[in-house]
């Protein structure tokens, strides 16, 4: 079954960096397009980065891009979020969610978020 | 960037009551309109796909219509387990966005 679990969540103080893993199972990964979604405490949804099955393209929201690299590691499953400067703002849950297909269509399955808090 | 616009952003309503939530773009996104579904403290789930499209294992109660800038989810017969937020989402331009969310409540 598939499966998508989110790590590298925590605590960190504005300004710092963090990145957060998405590790895969039961599906092959590099055949799928990958996004990271967030959810500040008891807001909606709001798309953050997506990119390619083989990594050859990335998109980001407008409120993360620069700051924020999506990527990565097929031979290990893995997906990445690296965070820079970091923001209060960005204190949220965050989920990877796998692409119905190998680019960009609808979100299939989510992992269960890691808790990013922003503060000093 | 488009923008999604749901109404209305909460209601409540009667088990076995037939709900309707709307959802219109800012600009015409033909089909590519995705609706999810999020009980409380869980991950979203994929409701409808391409406007219509039922992801498998969700019950047929959930029907989705529209297309270009109007779009619309009814559950026919709302049951306890539908309480939840309910949130579309384009993805005929990146940024890919979401609309604000439609909480749904039992009478």
């Known amino acids: 079954q598939v499966q998508l679990v989110e790590s590298g969540g925590g605590v960190v103080q504005p300004g710092r960096s963090l990145r957060l893993s998405c590790t895969a199972s039961?599906?092959?990964?590099?055949?799928?397009?990958m996004h990271w979604v967030r959810q500040a405490p008891g807001k909606g949804l709001e798309w953050v980065a997506l990119?390619?099955?083989?990594?050859?393209?990335?998109y980001y929201a407008d409120s993360v891009k620069g700051r924020f690299t999506i990527s990565r590691d097929n031979s290990k499953n893995t997906l990445y979020l690296q965070m820079n400067s970091l923001r209060v703002e960005d204190t949220a849950i965050y989920y990877c969610?796998?692409?119905?297909?190998?680019?960009?269509?609808?979100?299939?399955?989510w992992g269960q978020g890691t808790l990013v808090t922003v503060s000093s | 960037d488009i923008q999604m616009t749901q109404s209305p952003s909460s209601l409540s309503a009667s088990v076995g009551d037939r709900v309707t939530i709307t959802c219109q773009a800012s600009?015409?996104?033909?089909?590519?309109l995705n609706w999810y579904q999020q009980i409380p403290g869980k991950a979203p789930k994929l409701l409808i796909y391409?406007?219509?499209y039922l992801e498998t294992g969700v019950p047929s109660r959930f029907s989705g219509s529209g297309s270009g800038t109007d779009f619309t989810l009814t559950i026919n017969s709302l049951q306890p387990e539908d309480i939840a937020s309910y949130y579309c989402?384009?993805?005929?331009?990146?940024?890919?966005?979401f609309g604000g969310g439609t909480k749904v409540e039992i009478k």
């Open positions: 600009q015409d996104i033909s089909n590519y």
């Open positions: 989402q384009q993805y005929d331009h990146v940024p890919l966005s």
């Open positions: 990119i390619w099955y083989d990594g050859s393209n990335q």
């Open positions: 039961g599906f092959t990964f590099s055949s799928y397009g």
């Open positions: 391409d406007a219509f």
């Open positions: 969610a796998r692409d119905k297909t190998t680019v960009n269509s609808a979100f299939d399955y």
